[in-house]
């Protein structure tokens, strides 16, 4: 039986992701040994229009993007989101809340008309997404878990309860408790709560779980003196595609 | 009229392999005669500087440092220097070693990863360092074993080789342990030799870089004290150097059509910043073994080589090296203290930074109002100040290889490009080669 063949693509993001696949080290021969990499412009020179799994990082930002997505699509047999850009939209996001018009301007001066932007969103608001490797960056073992479940047929396991849980394995002291700010109660767990771990607080780059509890979530914040207006605002720095944060 | 000068050319390279980000080449040329050479950006703009307006201090590293997953290290450390120019905020200096500790684990990272795994096919024969791994398996695990070294280098430090967490302003929020320090330093000891051995096998095959030359001038940090990455003054290989502060005399930031990037220049019509502008200014300052490792190379500077940038990366990764060591024996010898957070005081004001990154001074400029929220950003990307460079290497390269077969031009002219490791993503703002018959 051939390998699976695998093409990676990127839309707007900083290319970490495609960094963290490159950090694997050995472990990405490994990964390799299963699979064929037939397109990865920032890795290769050869290319191929024919792949079974494309990965693709990177929100979309672009007309003249959606249709290399859908082209992607198209002949892609699964498609996986990987890092926030293109699971959730990510930082791309936060000049949906500003006017188009001023941003363009504010960056490029009076050449604004060069350039075209529109709304930044996520892979999954143009196509139809199979899985998604969430954080920003991805982890490394979660990317390797979820690739291999999907060689496997299975569904891959994407964790769909608060970062918290994550955090208390991990054995944190809350950084609520601490008296700094947390999106931890309602961001999805699956990094093992890395950032509070190496001494900073989440900062909800999985994005909100499914049905987050957003009265329950506001209550606790409130309790430690966080304001509704603060963790909006914690939101719409990478999750700002999602209704809650409009 | 020869052959080739009758020459019909058409050159387009979409989307340039083996570089951070989309960037094109297109060359035409007619009757012999080079119509078009250019080179384009197409990455999608990101507005990063307009994106950050109205957020807090405390979140600007943070978000600044997703401008890019290569050098997001540099970008942390640019911002948290502007944010601490513009509060007022002193570092104490074992804050300082450890930041240059941080900033010379990604210089280690970003230059091994070029040269090994995007540089190295160009010079075997190959498409990528796949195949490399079948019939040179030697060579690649060692530059395998080197970025494994210096992502364990950025996690020690940092927390993290992408987005680091560690680092704020005013300090480190966690700290690496003694253990962990002395580890590092034994395995920065094994990588000395382990690069030694790179640079021989890339000098053995040096004669593939072709013998370019085209006078520019060369842009880097300058300091009386060391060999300029974390701090110092701007300066120019033309003479002269300006504060941080007056960073727009000499980047002078222009926009063109074709580019998404926008491009700068200075003295002359472009200028050229990275590992080859900071030897070429720096290089009396380099550590021992580093400048022994350019001598193998016979490079010394003002070198005008534009290629020979990938032969001063691995100069670099030999000086990052060196110096780190000699940095954890600093710290160590101080005696590591876990530091608080010196108290801050939120204010208005003006603060710009100039940070060398691994491809070259990265300028961060914030200003903010009193309750520490961010009202106005530039940011000018070291890519971004090689994009005119490279389009007039490009211009001085292309009629020398006219004569030769089309897929020798384009290589030759993807070569040129990616010996700047160009990080396109970073635009906020960039490459394809196109010929036509």
Same mark, same amino acid.
């Given at each position: 039986?051939?390998?699976?063949?695998?093409? $990676?693509?990127?839309?707007?993001?900083?290319?970490?992701?495609?960094?963290? $696949?490159?950090?694997?080290?050995?472990?990405?021969?490994?990964?390799?040994?299963?699979?064929? $990499?037939?397109?990865?412009?920032?890795?290769?020179?050869?290319?191929?229009?024919?792949?079974?799994?494309?990965?693709?990082?990177?929100?979309?930002?672009?007309?003249?993007?959606?249709?290399?997505?859908?082209?992607?699509?198209?002949?892609?047999?699964?498609?996986?989101?990987?890092?926030?850009?293109?699971?959730?939209?990510? $930082?791309?996001?936060?000049?949906?809340?500003?006017?188009?018009?001023?941003?363009?301007?504010?960056?490029?001066?009076?050449?604004?008309?060069?350039?075209?932007?529109?709304?930044?969103?996520?892979?999954?608001?143009?196509?139809?997404?199979?899985?998604?490797?969430?954080?920003?960056?991805?982890?490394?073992?979660?990317?390797?878990?979820?690739?291999?479940?999907?060689?496997?047929?299975?569904?891959?396991?994407?964790?769909?309860?608060?970062?918290?849980?994550?955090?208390?394995?991990?054995?944190?002291?809350?950084?609520?408790?601490?008296?700094?700010?947390?999106?931890?109660?309602?961001?999805?767990?699956?990094?093992?709560?890395?950032?509070?771990?190496?001494?900073?607080?989440?900062?909800?780059?999985?994005?909100?779980?499914?049905?987050?509890?957003?009265?329950?979530?506001?209550?606790?914040?409130?309790?430690?003196?966080?304001?509704?207006?603060?963790?909006?605002?914690?939101?719409?720095?990478?999750?700002?595609?999602?209704?809650?944060?409009? | 009229?020869?052959?080739?000068?009758?020459?019909?050319?058409?050159?387009?390279?979409?989307?340039?392999?083996?570089? *951070?980000?989309?960037?094109?080449?297109?060359?035409?040329?007619?009757?012999?005669?080079?119509?078009?050479?250019?080179?384009?950006?197409?990455?999608?703009?990101?507005?990063?500087?307009?994106?950050?307006?109205?957020?807090?201090?405390?979140?600007?590293?943070?978000?600044?440092?997703?401008?890019?997953?290569?050098?997001?290290?540099?970008? @942390?450390?640019?911002?948290?220097?502007?944010?601490?120019?513009?509060?007022?905020?002193?570092?104490?200096?074992?804050?300082?070693?450890?930041?240059?500790?941080?900033?010379?684990?990604?210089n280690?990272?970003?230059h091994?990863?070029?040269?090994?795994?995007?540089?190295?096919?160009?010079?075997?024969?190959?498409?990528?360092?796949?195949? &490399?791994?079948?019939?040179?398996?030697?060579? &690649?695990?060692?530059?395998?074993?080197?970025?494994?070294?210096?992502?364990?280098?950025?996690?020690?430090?940092?927390?993290?080789?992408?987005?680091?967490?560690?680092?704020?302003?005013?300090?480190?929020?966690?700290?690496?342990?003694?253990?962990?320090?002395?580890?590092?330093?034994?395995?920065?000891?094994?990588?000395?030799?382990?690069?030694?051995?790179?640079?021989?096998?890339?000098?053995?095959?040096?004669?593939?870089?072709?013998?370019?030359?085209?006078?520019?001038?060369f842009i880097a940090l300058k300091?009386?004290?060391?060999y300029a990455m974390?701090?110092?003054?701007?300066g120019?290989s033309?003479?002269?150097?300006?504060?941080?502060?007056?960073?727009? *005399?000499?980047?002078?930031?222009?926009?063109?059509?074709?580019? @998404?990037?926008?491009?700068?220049?200075?003295?002359?019509?472009?200028?050229m910043v990275g590992a080859l502008a900071r030897f070429n200014l720096n290089s009396d300052r380099l550590t021992?073994?580093a400048r022994a490792v350019a001598g193998l190379f016979k490079l010394k500077p003002v070198c005008y080589n534009s290629f020979m940038n990938n032969v001063a990366q691995i100069v670099e990764c030999v000086h990052s090296?060196?110096?780190?060591?000699?940095?954890?024996?600093?710290?160590?010898?101080?005696?590591?203290?876990?530091?608080?957070?010196?108290?801050?005081?939120?204010?208005?004001?003006?603060?710009?930074?100039?940070?060398e990154?691994p491809r070259g001074i990265?300028?961060?400029?914030?200003?903010?109002?009193?309750?520490?929220?961010?009202?106005?950003?530039?940011?000018?990307?070291?890519?971004?100040?090689?994009?005119?460079?490279?389009?007039?290497?490009?211009?001085?390269?292309?009629?020398?290889?006219?004569?030769?077969? *089309?897929?020798?031009? *384009?290589?030759?002219?993807?070569? &040129?490009?990616?010996a700047?490791?160009?990080?396109?993503?970073?635009?906020?703002?960039?490459?394809?080669?196109?010929?036509?018959?």
């Amino acid at each position: 039986m051939s390998k699976p063949r695998v093409a $990676i693509f990127d839309f707007a993001g900083c290319e970490g992701d495609q960094l963290q $696949i490159v950090n694997l080290e050995e472990a990405v021969l490994d990964v390799l040994g299963q699979v064929e $990499i037939v397109t990865w412009r920032e890795a290769m020179k050869e290319q191929s229009d024919h792949y079974d799994i494309a990965l693709v990082e990177g929100s979309i930002t672009r007309k003249s993007d959606e249709e290399r997505i859908k082209a992607i699509r198209g002949k892609a047999g699964i498609l996986v989101a990987i890092g926030a850009c293109a699971t959730i939209g990510g $930082i791309n996001c936060m000049k949906n809340f500003q006017d188009e018009k001023f941003v363009r301007r504010y960056v490029y001066g009076d050449k604004a008309h060069w350039y075209n932007t529109y709304a930044a969103r996520p892979v999954s608001a143009v196509v139809s997404v199979d899985a998604n490797v969430h954080g920003c960056p991805i982890n490394r073992e979660e990317f390797v878990q979820v690739l291999k479940a999907l060689l496997q047929g299975k569904k891959p396991f994407i964790p769909n309860y608060p970062m918290c849980v994550d955090c208390k394995k991990a054995g944190n002291v809350c950084v609520l408790l601490k008296g700094q700010f947390c999106m931890g109660p309602v961001t999805r767990a699956g990094c093992g709560a890395c950032c509070i771990t190496e001494g900073a607080y989440c900062s909800g780059c999985r994005g909100l779980v499914d049905d987050p509890n957003m009265d329950a979530a506001r209550a606790l914040l409130g309790r430690f003196g966080i304001s509704a207006g603060e963790a909006l605002g914690q939101i719409r720095l990478y999750d700002g595609y999602r209704e809650e944060a409009r | 009229m020869s052959k080739s000068a009758k020459r019909e050319l058409h050159i387009r390279v979409d989307h340039l392999t083996r570089v *951070e980000g989309h960037g094109n080449i297109v060359v035409n040329v007619s009757n012999g005669k080079i119509e078009d050479c250019r080179w384009e950006v197409v990455e999608a703009p990101r507005f990063f500087e307009a994106m950050v307006r109205g957020r807090k201090w405390y979140e600007m590293h943070h978000i600044t440092c997703r401008i890019c997953g290569i050098c997001s290290i540099g970008h @942390t450390l640019a911002s948290l220097q502007a944010t601490e120019a513009a509060l007022g905020i002193e570092v104490s200096e074992q804050t300082m070693l450890l930041r240059k500790l941080a900033l010379h684990a990604e210089n280690l990272q970003s230059h091994i990863l070029h040269v090994g795994y995007l540089v190295l096919p160009d010079l075997m024969g190959v498409g990528s360092v796949v195949p &490399l791994a079948g019939s040179h398996p030697a060579e &690649l695990k060692t530059v395998i074993r080197i970025h494994r070294l210096s992502n364990v280098f950025s996690d020690t430090i940092c927390g993290r080789t992408t987005h680091p967490q560690r680092l704020v302003p005013g300090g480190f929020v966690k700290y690496p342990k003694v253990d962990e320090l002395k580890k590092l330093r034994q395995g920065l000891t094994e990588a000395l030799s382990d690069l030694k051995e790179v640079a021989r096998l890339v000098c053995l095959l040096a004669e593939r870089f072709p013998a370019f030359s085209r006078e520019t001038e060369f842009i880097a940090l300058k300091s009386d004290q060391e060999y300029a990455m974390y701090h110092g003054q701007v300066g120019s290989s033309d003479g002269g150097t300006w504060a941080p502060g007056q960073y727009k *005399e000499v980047t002078n930031e222009f926009c063109v059509p074709h580019s @998404t990037a926008k491009y700068t220049k200075h003295n002359r019509d472009s200028y050229m910043v990275g590992a080859l502008a900071r030897f070429n200014l720096n290089s009396d300052r380099l550590t021992p073994e580093a400048r022994a490792v350019a001598g193998l190379f016979k490079l010394k500077p003002v070198c005008y080589n534009s290629f020979m940038n990938n032969v001063a990366q691995i100069v670099e990764c030999v000086h990052s090296v060196e110096d780190s060591i000699n940095i954890i024996d600093r710290v160590l010898g101080r005696g590591l203290a876990l530091e608080d957070i010196p108290p801050i005081k939120v204010c208005a004001g003006r603060g710009v930074s100039a940070v060398e990154v691994p491809r070259g001074i990265l300028f961060h400029d914030y200003q903010y109002d009193d309750a520490g929220t961010c009202i106005g950003a530039n940011l000018i990307i070291p890519t971004n100040q090689n994009h005119n460079n490279i389009y007039h290497d490009l211009q001085a390269l292309l009629p020398s290889l006219l004569g030769k077969p *089309e897929k020798e031009i *384009e290589l030759g002219l993807e070569m &040129l490009v990616r010996a700047y490791d160009p990080c396109i993503s970073c635009s906020a703002h960039y490459l394809k080669v196109k010929f036509k018959k």
